[in-house]
């Protein structure tokens, strides 16, 4: 077996998102959906319940009276904030590992990862765009491809760097030249055997290149800038360091301006220390293998 | 010895013996360490964007996210403990850029040249530094000897 089908075979057997998790995501394909059908499936968890309770009553949040029920957690933190919280804290347990071959800590994928997510939604907002369901998502998983690839960049790793260094090629272009595959690819198949939406399928997959989807969208412009930022901010960075390229087109298509983008730059260090103060308060759940 | 942290958006400054500055992951951000060598005295710090005209509140709240409200912050901080300014001794670090990056939102590079300019109003020379490039960097300054130093994928050197 090639390294490429070693990698592959390991993509069927990671551990697949809980139960839970899915039955969210599967909600989003709803425009429709309401706050009483996420209740009604978080119910059932009472782990996640009492975590989305703490995080509602959170000192941070400033509110005096205690909620007592999810529904009165909805009314204060609202629909969308809940259904962040629910998948980012049943996937947590997840992302907070240290991933070898790029050296990352368990905080640092999962506060990179955080921070994309934070600054995609950010930028939505500038833009004036629609409201896109799975920005937030996409945006927390689409290095997930690292926790699978990692081991096989750590046996290759002085092979890859040096190839980055003598051709000044970009990181993922040097995995795909030694492996076979890059972490987005290994991230979009994950996400396709676990039955993403097809949009958060595709901005995983092309987040380093968004050209390379057939049809580019506003989605993977979006997730590719909000990791540019989040890579030149230094927020979570491994051993590959900031070795990747800044697509213009996703500039131009989204019409991004130096104004916003600094503007939302700005922005995102206060909602990350939101989260990381909300976040506090919500004790890691045993994710895998729960369900 | 006992490690002072500075996160993104921090400005520090020490004359406690044994006390090492350092901050990590500059990217497009640039860390600025000052040091004064009679007093054994040293200041950091790590700004994220050029100028505060795109948020005067964030910048009330947290100066040193910003090179033009943050570096004067930095150099009254090294005055108000006595410092003076024909011995300090300034270096910088980060500025980085992705690749085929040009001039499209290079925040780094921004961040660099108001830096320059403020350093030159105020008639303060850069000693030493290590900007641009694809690289993340880790900047370190120690107080007791203001040995100054980057780590990086290309190793650690001092500046």
């Known amino acids: 077996m090639n390294v490429k089908d070693q990698i592959i075979d390991k993509i069927s057997s990671f551990p697949t998102l809980p139960t839970m998790a899915n039955k969210l995501l599967g909600l989003l394909n709803d425009p429709d959906v309401t706050g009483s059908q996420i209740s009604q499936i978080i119910q059932y968890d009472p782990a996640l319940t009492a975590n989305l309770m703490k995080a509602a009553n959170s000192a941070y949040l400033g509110h005096t009276k205690r909620v007592s029920s999810i529904s009165e957690a909805f009314f204060r933190l609202g629909t969308k904030w809940i259904f962040q919280m629910s998948v980012s804290s049943l996937i947590y347990s997840n992302m907070r590992r240290p991933v070898t071959g790029y050296d990352l800590s368990g905080e640092d994928l999962w506060r990179h990862s955080m921070a994309v997510a934070l600054m995609s939604d950010i930028l939505c907002k500038h833009l004036n765009l629609k409201e896109i369901g799975l920005i937030f998502t996409s945006g927390l998983l689409h290095d997930m491809g690292k926790i699978i690839l990692g081991e096989f960049v750590s046996d290759s790793f002085d092979e890859i760097e040096a190839i980055v260094e003598k051709e000044k090629v970009p990181f993922e272009e040097a995995e795909r030249r030694v492996l076979g595959i890059d972490h987005a690819e290994v991230g979009g198949l994950t996400a396709e055997s676990w039955k993403f939406p097809a949009t958060m399928v595709e901005s995983i997959r092309w987040h380093h290149n968004p050209e390379g989807a057939g049809m580019p969208s506003q989605a993977i412009d979006l997730i590719h800038i909000a990791d540019a930022v989040c890579m030149m901010q230094g927020l979570g960075i491994g051993k590959d360091g900031i070795h990747y390229r800044l697509n213009e087109g996703s500039i131009t298509r989204l019409n991004i301006t130096n104004q916003i983008m600094e503007t939302a730059t700005s922005q995102l260090v206060t909602a990350l220390e939101e989260v990381d103060n909300i976040i506090k308060e919500i004790p890691a759940v045993e994710a895998v293998g729960r369900s | ?159």
């Open chain 2, 1 to 159: 010895m006992s490690l002072v942290v500075l996160g993104i958006s921090e400005v520090h400054v020490s004359k406690m013996p044994g006390d090492i500055l350092i901050t990590y992951s500059l990217g497009s951000c640039i860390g600025v360490t000052m040091y004064d060598p009679e007093l054994k005295l040293g200041g950091m710090i790590h700004y994220m964007l050029p100028l505060s005209k795109i948020s005067p509140e964030k910048a009330a709240a947290k100066p040193a996210m910003f090179a033009d409200t943050g570096v004067p912050v930095l150099l009254k901080k090294m005055y108000k403990m006595g410092a003076a300014k024909d011995r300090l001794v300034v270096k910088v670090a980060g500025g980085s850029q992705l690749m085929d990056q040009n001039k499209v939102f290079n925040i780094g590079e921004r961040n660099y040249t108001v830096l320059r300019k403020i350093l030159w109003k105020n008639n303060i020379l850069i000693n030493s530094e290590d900007v641009g490039g694809n690289l993340s960097r880790t900047l370190r300054l120690d107080i007791d000897t203001g040995l100054t130093t980057v780590k990086s994928s290309r190793g650690v050197q001092e500046l």
